[in-house]
């Protein structure tokens, strides 16, 4: 009797390490989260045997997820920072694999009232950082600007902080919202409004064209302007990994990055890297 309980126990105990093996999850950046869903969504219907579990939280939330072994796949839309991958190495004695699978034009959001059609990155620092208060500043109309963002732990909050205000603190009543979606919205019914986020949401919204300095041209987050190099805030979306894949979880990101995969990357509205 002993004997056969010890074999049903290996059985169950192989049976269920067989179809954790099977699941697939993947935690992390709102900007990527609608990208992420299509993407398991697409696998799992030529994939019958394997399931994709899809959650968002921000970048930051999934890269703690990746450290602390409760998700497979961190979404992040910003890159890991080193006290990150230091605390991957303690634990697993490995710094991360980083897999880039998209890139996008971090879009600054305006109402669709809103007269004005472009700025520059000087421009937006000084509205996020609270110097610029009122849209006449800037040749728009005489009304207060009203500043919304995300919120800390969104790898979109840091992209901005780092390459548009250059490490400078966000003004103290900017509105602070829990995904990019949410930020849409809030321009969408104010007028006086603006946001930033990925390109992919911009929808009852419109793109102010940004550029560099007071003397460059001013470009939109059009394919073309991203692949070029010529919209000034560009940046990859990326999939971060323990160690470097194997098995389904190899499949998966080979497919990701295949023809099929990158195709789906043009459809939600980021730009394929292949």
Same mark, same amino acid.
């Given at each position: 009797?002993?004997?056969?309980?010890?074999?049903?126990?290996?059985?169950? @105990?192989?049976?269920?390490? /067989?179809?954790?093996?099977? !699941?697939?999850?993947?935690?992390?950046? $709102?900007?990527?989260?609608?990208?992420?869903?299509?993407?398991?969504?697409? /696998?799992?219907?030529?994939?019958?045997?394997?399931?994709?579990?899809?959650?968002?939280?921000?970048?930051?939330?999934?890269?703690?997820?990746?450290?602390?072994?409760?998700? $497979?796949?961190?979404?992040?839309?910003?890159?890991?920072?080193?006290?990150?991958?230091?605390?991957?190495?303690?634990?697993?004695?490995?710094?991360?694999?980083?897999?880039?699978?998209?890139?996008?034009?971090?879009?600054?959001?305006?109402?669709?009232?809103?007269?004005?059609?472009?700025?520059?990155?000087?421009?937006?620092? $000084?509205?996020? =950082?609270?110097?610029?208060?009122?849209?006449?500043?800037?040749?728009?109309?005489?009304?207060?600007?009203? !500043?919304?963002?995300?919120?800390?732990? &969104?790898? =979109?909050? !840091? %992209? %901005?902080?780092?390459? !548009?205000? %250059?490490?400078?603190?966000?003004? @103290? &009543?900017?509105?602070?919202?829990?995904?990019?979606?949410?930020?849409?919205?809030?321009?969408?019914?104010?007028?006086?409004?603006?946001?930033?986020?990925?390109?992919?949401?911009?929808?009852g919204i419109k793109y102010v064209a940004v550029k560099? $300095?007071?003397? &460059?041209?001013?470009?939109?987050? =059009?394919?073309?302007?991203?692949?070029?190099?010529? /919209?000034?805030?560009?940046? %990859?979306?990326?999939? /971060?990994?323990?160690?470097?894949?194997?098995?389904?979880?190899?499949?998966?990101?080979?497919?990701?990055?295949?023809?099929?995969?990158?195709?789906l990357v043009s459809k939600v509205g980021y730009f394929?890297?292949?």
């Amino acid at each position: 009797m002993k004997k056969i309980i010890a074999v049903v126990i290996l059985l169950i @105990a192989t049976l269920g390490f /067989y179809l954790q093996s099977n !699941v697939i999850t993947v935690k992390g950046s $709102d900007t990527l989260v609608i990208l992420a869903q299509r993407w398991a969504e697409k /696998y799992m219907q030529s994939h019958a045997g394997i399931t994709i579990q899809v959650t968002g939280g921000g970048s930051g939330v999934g890269i703690a997820a990746l450290i602390n072994g409760t998700t $497979d796949i961190a979404n992040s839309s910003r890159p890991m920072k080193p006290s990150e991958r230091e605390k991957l190495k303690q634990r697993y004695n490995s710094l991360g694999v980083e897999v880039k699978v998209a890139k996008d034009g971090l879009s600054v959001y305006l109402n669709e009232k809103n007269s004005l059609k472009e700025l520059s990155l000087e421009q937006i620092k $000084d509205i996020y =950082t609270g110097k610029i208060k009122n849209w006449k500043e800037v040749g728009g109309k005489d009304s207060k600007v009203i !500043v919304y963002g995300r919120e800390n732990s &969104s790898g =979109t909050y !840091v %992209f %901005f902080k780092d390459n !548009v205000l %250059f490490g400078a603190d966000f003004l @103290a &009543s900017m509105q602070s919202l829990p995904g990019t979606a949410a930020v849409v919205n809030a321009v969408i019914k104010d007028e006086n409004a603006i946001g930033f986020g990925g390109a992919a949401y911009a929808k009852g919204i419109k793109y102010v064209a940004v550029k560099k $300095d007071n003397k &460059s041209k001013a470009y939109e987050p =059009t394919e073309e302007n991203i692949k070029n190099n010529n /919209y000034p805030i560009s940046r %990859f979306l990326y999939l /971060y990994l323990r160690n470097r894949p194997t098995g389904e979880l190899k499949n998966y990101i080979d497919w990701i990055l295949s023809k099929e995969g990158q195709e789906l990357v043009s459809k939600v509205g980021y730009f394929p890297v292949r």
